[in-house]
């Protein structure tokens, strides 16, 4: 070993920067993330049960979960059909 070997950078390989990249990029992308996955899903199964007893489209529904300190509220709005 050199004594000037001492002294240099050492490379590391590409596969541990690659790794430490995604996560900086994963930890990015889930900080930016204003709903969680399951909305849509949670939407069009409501749209389906209200269906049952009243005839709505899917645009006719919204929902939208607020954070609000230590708790999330959920806020279902339907716009109902005149009789």
């Not at 204003?34 to 909305?39: A, K, N, R, V």
């Not at 749209?47 to 049952?52: Q, S």
Request: proline share 4%; net charge negative.
């Amino acid at each position: 070993m050199n004594i000037f070997d001492f002294f240099r950078e050492r490379k590391k390989d590409t596969a541990s920067i690659a790794k430490e990249r995604l996560q900086i990029i994963v930890a990015h992308e889930r900080g930016q993330r204003t709903q969680p996955d399951y909305l849509p899903a949670l939407q069009k199964e409501l749209v389906e049960v209200i269906r049952k007893y009243v005839n709505i489209d899917q645009d006719q529904v919204q929902v939208a979960l607020d954070d609000q300190g230590g708790y999330s509220i959920l806020e279902l709005n339907v716009t109902l059909p005149d009789r």
